[in-house]
């Protein structure tokens, strides 16, 4: 069966990254400084044995942090309508910051079906992020380094139930 998942998130968090690996190539861009990806970009994405399309949400590095919420609100909504399935990224080496609270309150709102990814956690990093993620209300936070290809067993197996 073939659904869509959307990656959405605050700008840095890996999104694009975790986007490229799900595609197998460069279709988003990375980079250091925020500001690099626009809009929300498509592409046909494997993870084990499952075949989807992914959709890396970008777009919101530009804007000042007066309009950041509404645009990342309408833009978040937009990818949200669209997919099947949403993949909420937070950093866990940051933690829950309140832009990450804003996220997660669009996601009860709209009741999509979500996964929430605690990435950067490559080694021990993001232990402390891991635990806090259970306080957005969320479920089971997968812990994962999108950068690194860890965590993606994890990820498939919460994935899964949801296709
Ligand atoms: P986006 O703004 O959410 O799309 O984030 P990007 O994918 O552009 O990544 C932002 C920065 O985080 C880049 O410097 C990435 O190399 C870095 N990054 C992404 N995933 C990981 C990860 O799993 N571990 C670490 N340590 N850095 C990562
Ligand atoms: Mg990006």
Redesign the pocket.
């Given at each position: 069966m073939s659904f869509t998942l959307a990656i959405v998130?605050?700008?840095?968090?890996?999104?694009?990254?975790?986007?490229n690996r799900l595609v197998g190539r460069k279709l988003?861009?990375?980079?250091?400084q925020?500001g690099?990806?626009r809009d929300l970009r498509e592409g046909d994405a494997r993870l084990f044995d499952l075949r989807f399309t992914v959709i890396?949400t970008?777009g919101l590095?530009e804007v000042t942090d007066d309009s950041l919420q509404g645009r990342m609100r309408r833009l978040t909504e937009r990818a949200v309508e669209m997919a099947d399935i949403c993949l909420f990224?937070i950093d866990g080496?940051m933690g829950v910051t309140p832009t990450d609270e804003v996220f997660a309150d669009i996601l009860r709102k709209k009741s999509a079906r979500v996964i929430l990814g605690v990435?950067?956690?490559?080694g021990a990093?993001g232990d402390g992020g891991a635990i806090e993620a259970w306080s957005l209300g969320l479920g089971e936070p997968v812990r994962?380094?999108?950068?690194?290809g860890e965590g993606m067993d994890d990820l498939y197996r919460l994935l899964r139930p949801l296709v």
């Open positions: 998130g605050r700008p840095n968090v890996g999104k694009s990254t975790l986007f988003a861009l990375v980079d250091d925020p690099v990806t890396d970008a590095e990224l080496r990435n950067k956690a490559e990093a994962m380094s999108a950068e690194h």
